[in-house]
């Protein structure tokens, strides 16, 4: 099995190739996870099909968020403070604050556009468990009859779950798209989140210290679809990401 080993130095043109190897790459997943809609004018998606398509996406997006984060880090970012910043040291939990914002993952603000209409820059802070797990098996009453043996059969299995709404999922991979076309705006919209963060948290402001979780926790971090040098890929952006956020751009 094929393993890579983490560079002790990254520069900012190891970064850059980082960018350009595996953007592409990215771009695979997403058309390999809307390949496997087979009718995009459907109402709905079969749930099978509906959980493959995640496996693919939640790695496809964790994989470009951690490159948008990168490009954003390119250049210095000054942090912008709160515009309350002076009104109150304890800032109401309605207000427009990091730590609970209006609207999870977007940039905050009247200008905002709705979340639906934009790609999570952010990754949420809980984990959540697998909705595809396996459920237990249920048996049926097991009447002993002597020398009969018992009776194991389960009872009959309830009915199949519907299917599901395919608007959601399908405007979740035209989000992947538009980012996919147009990373640079993408990744200025990540620095205008950091710069924020960075003046929220310098105002004294309980917030989180990275848009995205630790490579351990990234969301689709064990996909079973993916080959192993598409997960290899992964891990090196990853990799690429936590050195950007150690300032490897000015490393150069």
Same mark, same amino acid.
């Given at each position: 099995m094929?393993?890579?080993? #983490?560079?002790?130095?990254?520069t900012p043109?190891? *970064?850059?190739? *980082?960018i350009? @190897?595996?953007?592409?790459r990215?771009k695979?997943? &997403?058309w390999?996870? +809307? ?5 995009p004018a459907?109402e709905?998606v079969?749930?099978?099909?509906h ?7 939640? =790695?496809a997006?964790s994989?470009?968020r951690?490159m948008?984060l990168?490009?954003a880090?390119k250049? /210095?970012?000054?942090p912008v ?5 002076? &009104?109150?040291?304890?800032p109401? =939990?309605k207000?427009?604050? /990091?730590?609970?914002?209006?609207q999870? %993952? ?6 905002t556009?709705?979340? &639906? ?10 984990? +959540?468990?697998?909705?595809d ?6 048996f049926?009453p097991?009447?002993f009859v002597? %020398? ?5 059969r ?5 009915a199949?779950l519907p ?5 959601p999922l399908?405007?979740?991979?035209? #989000?992947l798209?538009a980012?996919?076309?147009d =990373? !640079?705006?993408?990744a200025?919209? *990540? ?8 003046g ?13 979780r /630790?490579?351990?926790?990234?969301? $689709?971090?064990?996909?079973?679809p993916?080959?192993e040098?598409?997960r290899?890929a992964?891990t090196y952006?990853?990799?690429?990401a !936590?050195?950007a956020?150690?300032? &490897? @751009? !000015?490393? $150069?």
């Amino acid at each position: 099995m094929s393993r890579i080993i #983490r560079p002790m130095h990254f520069t900012p043109a190891l *970064l850059l190739d *980082l960018i350009a @190897w595996n953007w592409p790459r990215a771009k695979k997943l &997403a058309w390999w996870a +809307r390949q496997l809609v087979k009718d995009p004018a459907a109402e709905t998606v079969a749930r099978h099909v509906h959980n493959e398509v995640l496996r693919i996406l939640r =790695p496809a997006e964790s994989m470009v968020r951690r490159m948008l984060l990168i490009l954003a880090l390119k250049d /210095p970012i000054a942090p912008v403070p709160p515009a309350n910043a002076g &009104a109150s040291a304890h800032p109401s =939990p309605k207000t427009n604050s /990091p730590i609970i914002p209006v609207q999870a %993952g977007t940039e905050t603000g009247a200008t905002t556009p709705p979340r &639906a209409s934009q790609f999570l820059l952010t990754e949420p802070l809980t984990i +959540r468990l697998p909705s595809d797990a396996t459920p237990f098996v249920k048996f049926g009453p097991r009447i002993f009859v002597f %020398g009969s043996g018992m009776d194991w059969r389960p009872l009959p299995g309830e009915a199949p779950l519907p299917p599901l709404p395919a608007a959601p999922l399908l405007a979740r991979l035209s #989000r992947l798209d538009a980012v996919l076309a147009d =990373p !640079d705006a993408h990744a200025a919209r *990540l620095a205008r989140l950091i710069a924020r963060l960075r003046g929220a948290r310098e105002a004294g402001r309980l917030t989180r210290l990275s848009p995205i979780r /630790p490579r351990s926790l990234m969301p $689709g971090r064990a996909s079973r679809p993916l080959g192993e040098l598409t997960r290899s890929a992964i891990t090196y952006v990853c990799w690429g990401a !936590d050195a950007a956020l150690e300032g &490897a @751009w !000015d490393s $150069g």
